[in-house]
């Protein structure tokens, strides 16, 4: 099910950050009342491969979010104890020392499931034995969502556990949503902050096409 278009699901999850507070954390509420754009990633699992590079690539673009009105969180389905012990081991140690956006704790799997996000396959009854087994890790994919002021999902994207985001690619979307927010301009393929965007009739686009070569 896509979110793209409706507002994020009114659900508060526990959260840690790097100082071992653990707390409630509702997204469409940071949204709304903090008049802020919210960028939400979801990583499989902590203490894993690729998901520190990801938790440390966002951590080095955070004062480009900020500079956007744009909060940062992170989330997986490990519990607060499993965040902070993550976040209290070093780089060098395959940690991510040094992170200080706050990460959801989605353990009970609530909003994750809400989403649609986890890697659950085959779910499978047995009557005999009345058990009901899935194939998969029951963590979620590497899902991303970008969410404005008023609570409504702008953007979702969803990658499978080998394949590494680029940070870079949230921060051109929050730069095209702004303009969309500012100018009222929709903004065409591979457009970046100080492009030409367009008008969003049969005129702007005659227009775009004309001056922009492929």
């Not at 991303?144 to 590494?164: C, F, K, R």
């Amino acid at each position: 099910m896509a979110f793209v278009g409706k507002k994020f699901p009114n659900l508060s999850v526990n959260a840690m950050n790097d100082m071992g507070d653990t707390f409630k954390v509702n997204v469409l509420e940071e949204a709304q009342k903090n008049n802020k754009k919210v960028v939400l990633f979801w990583y499989p699992k902590d203490f894993t491969f690729v998901c520190p590079t990801e938790l440390h690539a966002f951590q080095a673009a955070i004062g480009e979010f900020e500079k956007r009105n744009t909060i940062v969180i992170g989330a997986s389905c490990d519990t607060p104890e499993v965040h902070f012990a993550w976040l209290s081991t070093a780089k060098d140690n395959g940690g991510i020392e040094g992170v200080t956006y706050p990460i959801l704790a989605d353990s009970n799997r609530n909003l994750a499931s809400t989403l649609g996000i986890l890697d659950i396959t085959n779910e499978k009854y047995d009557e005999e034995n009345d058990v009901v087994t899935v194939e998969g890790d029951n963590v979620t994919y590497r899902a991303t969502y970008i969410i404005d002021e008023d609570g409504v999902v702008q953007h979702e994207s969803i990658n499978n556990m080998p394949l590494g985001r680029n940070v870079n690619e949230y921060l051109r979307i929050v730069d095209a949503l702004t303009h969309v927010q500012e100018k009222g301009e929709v903004c065409p393929a591979n457009w970046e902050e100080g492009k030409d965007a367009m008008s969003a009739n049969r005129d702007g686009v005659a227009s775009y096409l004309s001056t922009h070569a492929n």
